[in-house]
């Protein structure tokens, strides 16, 4: 391609950095612009974002405290709240967050960034966090303007102050958003549904090889016992093809800890539970620490003090990088031997249409809880339940044949070419 486009992020937390990163393949200069934290940004603008996300991180945290971290986070959740989606009321009108936020546009905040990507005469600007979309058209951004939208529901935020004015075009991943965003005044011809960008190194091209390859082996481990092969053989046959023998991997859980550091805890916990099993080598365990390298070290100190420091890299394994385009490539990599993704339900709850049934770990903030709702009543996760009996209630799931049905029903009904439908909706907008 000869023309390019601005790619913009934030990395608070992992979510609208893994939601840019399929996108790449657009980016001017082959970089994804950071909107909290690219060189040169005025120190008054990463002032008011640092003071976001460092509030963020700390009530993440700190809602694990009995009584005031509850009500200290219901307090914050509340400005980020999701209204009841059958109701009579008029969601049109912006909250008071919102004419907040724009208020601080008023004062400049946003302005040296959108007058750097002005620059360029003709690239569309691709967002995958509302502000930056908000920002550029505030300050008259020339060109189209793309906000990608990462969660199964969302709130009033992520529409402008007013829709019917707004020129900023949505990438909706489900039906579900493409309502919302009507029911907050955005211009039907201003939402296009594409699904999640997923990223293609795990899915290969339209025909899906890679991703079918990889779930050909997932089942296998999915179902040891055969009950789910036996009663839907027809599909599997009709949708992968014929199975292997055995696995190319060993029965794999894969831990996710968010951006915040939340849960690590948890990780520790499943660990310890399965420690018999990993030890035998009929499990493998990737704890995912992402880029935080205190993440990291808490998991390999935990890990050794319960007197498990030989299953680490043997058995265990602790995931990190230093920078989050390496920790994105290995992360994708290491889900191709990945059987079960156990996370908060995040942006990752969309990679069950890769064919991963997810185990829902507890949420953190309403958001979280309509993308739990989703995953549930669309059949691709379940909710965890109490670490203690782990070896009860996930191995049962395993035998019955349930996550390897969670499995093809992701695959089935999920979507998996967002990342080539947002490509052709760009290229037809803004001729790239």
């Given amino acids: 391609m000869n023309k390019t486009a601005w790619i913009v992020s934030i990395n608070m937390g992992y979510g609208h950095q893994r939601t840019a990163y399929p996108l790449k393949f657009f980016a001017e200069g082959n970089e994804i612009i950071c909107a909290n934290d690219y060189r040169g940004i005025p120190d008054k603008d990463k002032k008011i974002w640092e003071s976001s996300r460092s509030f963020y991180e700390f009530i993440s945290r700190f809602k694990k405290f009995p009584l005031l971290g509850q009500w200290s986070f219901s307090l914050f959740d509340m400005t980020q709240k999701i209204s009841d989606f059958y109701c009579d009321k008029d969601l049109s009108a912006p909250s008071f967050t919102q ?139 009709e949708k992968l093809g014929k199975l292997p023998k055995t696995s190319d991997h060993p029965l794999t859980i894969m831990f996710t800890v968010g951006g915040a550091g939340a849960q690590k805890e948890l990780g520790v916990k499943i660990v310890k539970s399965l420690k018999k099993i990993i030890y035998n080598k009929r499990l493998k365990v990737i704890l995912v620490a992402g880029v935080k390298k205190e993440i990291k070290d808490y998991f390999e100190e935990e890990i050794r003090n319960g007197g498990l420091g030989e299953l680490l890299n043997n058995g265990i394994e602790i995931l990190h990088e230093n920078n989050f385009e390496k920790y994105y490539n290995k992360f994708n990599l290491a889900l191709r031997k990945t059987d079960v993704l156990w996370t908060k339900p995040s942006e990752l709850s969309f990679y069950s249409a890769l064919g991963l049934p997810i185990i829902i770990a507890p949420t953190i903030g309403s958001q979280e809880e309509f993308n739990r709702s989703w995953l549930l009543n669309s059949g691709f996760g379940i909710d965890q339940i109490n670490i203690d009996n782990i070896k009860d209630w996930f191995y049962d799931y395993l035998h019955s044949g349930y996550l390897a049905e969670m499995a093809m029903s992701g695959f089935i009904d999920g979507e998996q070419m967002g990342t080539i439908k947002i490509k052709e909706k760009i290229q037809k907008c803004s001729g790239l």
């Fill in 99 to 237: 004419k907040g936020t724009f208020s601080l546009f008023e004062k400049g905040w946003g302005k040296d960034l959108i007058e750097r990507l002005k620059r360029s005469k003709s690239a569309p600007l691709i967002s995958t966090f509302y502000n930056p979309a908000f920002m550029a058209e505030y300050f008259g951004y020339p060109n189209d303007i793309f906000c990608v939208i990462c969660d199964a529901d969302i709130s009033r935020s992520w529409a402008p102050l007013s829709g019917k004015k707004s020129k900023i075009k949505y990438f909706a991943p489900n039906s579900r958003v493409v309502k919302r965003l009507k029911m907050y005044g955005v211009r039907e011809e201003n939402i296009i549904l594409t699904g999640y960008p997923l990223p293609m190194e795990n899915i290969g091209d339209k025909d899906m090889e890679i991703l079918k390859e990889d779930l050909r082996n997932r089942i296998i481990n999915l179902d040891p016992l055969k009950k789910y092969r036996e009663k839907r053989d027809f599909i599997i046959r």
